[in-house]
């Protein structure tokens, strides 16, 4: 059957009966979604309520006894200095883990996918893709360990390259000084990070039809013209996965700080989750870390609704743009 | 009775227009051939990036094959000065790597099909289906999964203790399971939500019911999707560390991170045995996602039936 | 009708976890007749495999016993133990850390048997000085802090403490002399500095300078000052001498140049590697490198317990070997420990320089039996050193000098101490600062534990 012929069988229904054929388009996919939701609610809805259950009291943890405080850890986190500069230093991570890399990343899937995979032919881009996402593969652990040699203030590499090559007198003390060490992290980040959105962002390009391209290249449109023409509009639906992905990790990060300063020097590199898992495991309060946990959970809810909003926008706007043309 | 016909003539009719188009895409690339210098300069920043991205990994190469003295005395960042494979023999013994190296795979395989399956379920409910509140649904996931691991582990611990998993592998695999479904179901609803209607409609027509049309039209086009997600959860399952760290107490039941990371004494750290366990930990996961990498640009994904 | 369902659902899952919560009161466990242990461990310091070594003895020892064995990782041991040693399938006795943060901690939580019976029964109390039975006893009722008057909930078969290791070569090659008095160090030092080396292999990340801290503080202290500041028998006055001294010092060492002020971001591998790579002469650090250094070395090295020290250095047991409550065998569980004390035992860690407390005067390699050499050898070529390592600490153990380490008051003084540290080395805060910081982190811990 083609296409025409679909289609006006498709308008011939439409105009017979539209609402029945929506709704009869539309059901009977209700249950597929019930594995899913019993698996949340059970591993990841019932533990979050019984979390903020436990932010409501004092507790050491174990088999040590509850004591109901009320919001009172709450209360507490409002006058908490390291508290606030833990959240203030997510804005750091949010920029290393979501922002860099998806510009970095739109830029180089683009320039793997319409230039190197066309004139070097796929096998050298998905090459490339493979090396970009290799620190992706690499746990966090092993990776500490590497860029603490890397950034290690007397034998680091970079120290290493900065006094050789550039003849550095003071070289940076990356990891110790606490204006610099938020940088050395994000270094790290960013460097995991790249081959992320990469890979995504190729895949979303196997999908847009070469045609657009070229007739884009016949009507003599550049490289940037086309990316910011095709390519942009084209992956939308993954630049805002990648997005919203992105940024939750970068709320979330907990490795990387735990591998490379454990949140110092002097507090300088402490995130939300490295501090509720501090007051978790290292101090046994166990409310209070709860209590961080819950506003850090809040938080996220929050940044997420909001790019879940504007995406939903941006695909209803698509939408009606489609039926009006 | 067997698969709609129509659907399929209409994804092969799709499948090998665009392998047409490949074809003429590679002809005309062949044709052309310009000398133009920007090309290898493109190329050389784009392998130039690739070796900086790679670079700490030939410091763990590198380090490797050290002795621990060679190590202490010439620091991290020069050559060995000798090949040793003491390292790795040593990690290969001391962590009894076959039975973590099969914890680590079953785990993470079983645990990134259970991901991908739930996600196509969830997102052909919600993506196509459009069933009521789905944009809450999906929202209620995604946030659930974003609450810092510290923030249910406390719960979790005691509820499958309480129903006997204490050190059992099958949490890890629900645990992981579930959290790496709620990205899935978030990535394959968003595209499936620009699903051709055509080919549903033309599936109900041919009288598909939903199952069929899952697997016969849905499934085939979002393969690729699929693939990917696959690639993902199975590298962060096989990484995973917070979870296996409290539920896997005992070298039976531990995975190769977990492994590596009993390694780490409290101040105690033989170097080269750790990078040289790092180093064949790493080959599995790399493998992997070399192998499966091929499936990722193969895009007969929805949108090219647009 | 699907309103039902989420309904049971939801009151299927609500009810699971108020079982599994209301589950963990305290109670006393049974104890099952069956002769089976089962034992967590971990490479720790003071010889990696020394533990295995040991079960293995124990195991050809008692063939009736079923041996089970957890091999587990310090991090894994440091971040769940309150969770994975309250399991119901928790191991009989485990390898745990030692101090009010972690042992009391779980003691107060009530996941650590009570093991003061066994102690008397078993005679622990004659085998152990009194300085480092402190150490194995908590107040589980008061926060878990660590007290002469607490319960025994751990067992402690070797000793730890701090001192200073030197680089004989590097001093002999600059016509240096060992220093043996504060003074002489403070001059070697300076000398150093004068010919263009650092002198200290150091880092600011883990413990070595909190560790070099506490020592300058404990050079001006009393005992009374290190009751009051470990167990909380009186209020810690921070404006007192041992803290005014021990911050100023530190802050003068690293102006001269003595202390590296790129150290603060480094950890301890970084500082052991730098010293056996022959880059600094002086390392003020723990006995758990006594190994390292004499293998990795490729020099001729000695050590001496750091000079002002004599009455109180810093220093403790090695890890304890806890019993959780939910064990189901804990008299074999004690008669382990009490192996582990056993002159068998302990004269293995004296040839491996892991100052132990019960080794026979006439301990040789020889006479150990064969389950627990060293398949290595590593120690063979060093029983001279290794001896003298013990008699040093010996002579503190006699001087009952043995003064604890500096992060053990509360939870929350490790990250506190080094971040305050890290403002002197990379001279962002003042002495002042610095001591500022520390006392508001030691009064907040104080008033966690409900003080």
Sequence with gaps: MSRTATSAHNKRERNANEKIYEKRLR??????????????????????????????????????????????????????????????????????????PLLIGLIL????????????????????????????????????????????????????????????????????????????????????????????????????????????????????????????????????????????????????VYMLTKGGPQSSTLVPSYYSYINFFGKSQIGYGAAIASVLAILIAIVAAVIMVFQNRSAAREREGALNA | MSMSSSVKNTIQGRMTAIERKDQIKRETANRRKPMNPMRWVILVACVLLALIILSPLFLMVLNAFKTSTDYTQNGPLSLPSELYFGGLVNFWKATNFPIKFWNSLWISVVSALLSVGLSLFNAYALGIGRVRGSAWIVALFMILTMLPGEGFIYPLFYMFNAVGMGNSQWTIVIICGIINMAFGTYLLSSVMSTFPKELLEAAQIDGAGRWRTLWGVVFPIMKSNCAVLFIFFFIWTWNEFYFTLIFLTSGDTQTIPLAIASLQGDRIMDVPTINAGSLISLVPAFLFFLVFQRTLTKGITAGAVK | ????????????????????????????????????????????????????????????????????????????????????????????????????????????????????????????????????????????????????????????????????????????????????????????????????????????NETASQHLW?????????????????????????????????????????????????????????????????????????????????????????????????????????????????????????????????????????????????????????????????????????????????????????????????????????????????????????????TDEIKAAYEEGKSDLGL
């Excluded at chain 3, 751990?154 to 030197?166: D, I, K, T």
């Excluded at chain 3, 290794?386 to 509360?410: G, T």
């Design chain 1, 27 to 100: 059901s009977g996919y209700g249950r597929y979604i019930i594995p899913g939701a019993i698996g949340t609610v059970v591993i990841l809805l019932i533990p979050f309520v019984a979390n903020i259950w436990i932010s409501l009291h004092n507790w050491r943890g174990g088999r040590s006894k509850m004591k109901f405080i009320g919001l009172d850890n709450y209360i507490k986190l409002i006058g908490d200095e390291k508290f606030w500069t833990s959240f203030s230093n997510s804005i750091y991570m949010i920029v290393a883990m979501a922002v860099i």
């Design chain 1, 109 to 256: 899937s683009a320039v793997l996918f319409d230039y190197i995979g066309r004139e070097f032919g796929g096998k050298t881009s998905s090459f490339l893709r493979a090396c970009y996402y290799i620190p992706q593969i690499l746990p966090v652990g092993v990776a500490g360990i590497l860029w603490n040699w890397i950034l290690n203030s007397q034998t680091g590499a970079i120290n290493r390259i900065l006094a050789g090559f550039f003849g550095v007198e003071k070289t940076p003390d990356w990891l110790g000084d606490p204006d610099l060490a938020i940088y050395a992290v994000m270094l790290m980040l960013i460097w995991s990070q790249i081959g992320y959105p990469v890979v995504i962002f190729m895949s979303a390009l196997g999908r847009v039809d070469p045609e657009l391209y070229e007739a884009a290249a016949l009507d003599g449109a550049g490289w940037w013209r086309r990316f910011t023409a095709i390519t942009l509009p084209q992956i939308k639906p993954e630049i805002f996965v990648v997005v919203l992905t992105c940024t939750v990790a970068a709320l979330k990060v907990f490795g990387p």
């Design chain 3, 1 to 204: 009708m699907r309103k039902s369902i989420r309904t049971a659902i939801a009151a299927l899952s609500a009810s699971a976890l108020l079982a599994s919560l209301a589950a963990c009161g305290g109670s006393e466990t049974a104890q099952s007749e069956e002769k089976e242990l089962t034992i967590s461990w971990y490479y720790s310091s003071g010889g990696g495999d020394t533990w295995e070594r040991a079960i293995n003895l124990y195991k050809k020892q008692n063939p009736d016993i079923k041996i089970n064995e957890v091999h587990t990782s310090f991090p894994q041991m440091q971040k769940n133990a309150a969770l994975t040693l309250q399991a119901d399938d928790a191991p009989d006795v485990a390898l745990y850390n030692q101090g009010t943060s972690s042992v009391g901690n779980l003691a107060s939580q009530g996941i650590l048997a009570d093991l003061s019976e066994y102690a008397d029964q078993y005679g622990w109390t004659d085998i152990l000085p009194e300085s480092i039975q402190t150490v194995a006893k908590y107040k589980a009722d008061d926060g878990g802090i660590m007290s002469p008057e607490g319960q025994w909930y751990g067992v402690p078969v070797n000793g730890e403490f701090v001192l200073v290791y030197y680089n004989q070569d590097m001093f002999d090659a600059n016509g240096i002399e060992i220093p043996e008095t504060f003074e002489d160090l403070e001059n070697a030092m300076q000398q150093f500095v004068d010919k263009g080396i650092t002198p200290v292999a150091f880092e600011g």
């Design chain 3, 214 to 434: 506490y020592q300058l503080a404990l050079s001006k202290a009393d005992r009374q000052w290190v009751n009051d500041y470990q167990s909380y028998e009186h209020d810690v006055d921070f404006s007192g001498e041992p803290f005014t001294y021990a911050a100023d010092k530190f802050s003068e060492w690293v102006q001269k140049g003595y202390l590296p002020d790129n150290s603060g971001g480094l950890v301890a591998e970084d500082m052991i590697t730098q010293f056996c790579a022959g880059e600094y002469p002086i390392m003020f650090s723990g006995s758990w490198w006594f190994g390292r250094v004499n293998q990795d070395g490729n020099f001729k090295s000695t050590f001496r317990a750091l000079p002002g020290n004599e009455n109180l250095n810093t220093g403790a047991t090695g890890k304890l070997w806890v019993v959780p409550e939910t064990s189901k065998h804990k008299d074999l569980a004690a008669d382990f420990l009490n192996f582990l004390l056993s002159e068998d035992v302990q004269n293995m860690l004296a040839t491996e320089a892991g100052l132990p407390f019960n080794a026979s005067d006439d301990y040789s390699l020889d006479a150990l039996p064969d389950e627990l050499r060293n398949p290595l050898k590593t120690f063979d070529e060093m029983q001279e050193s290794a001896k003298e390592f013990n008699d040093v600490f010996e002579q503190l153990l006699d001087n009952d000098a043995i003064a604890l380490y500096p992060d053990w008051p509360s939870a929350g003084m490790y990250d506190a101490l080094n971040s305050a540290l890290q403002g002197l080395i990379n001279g962002n805060s003042t002495p002042e600062q610095a």
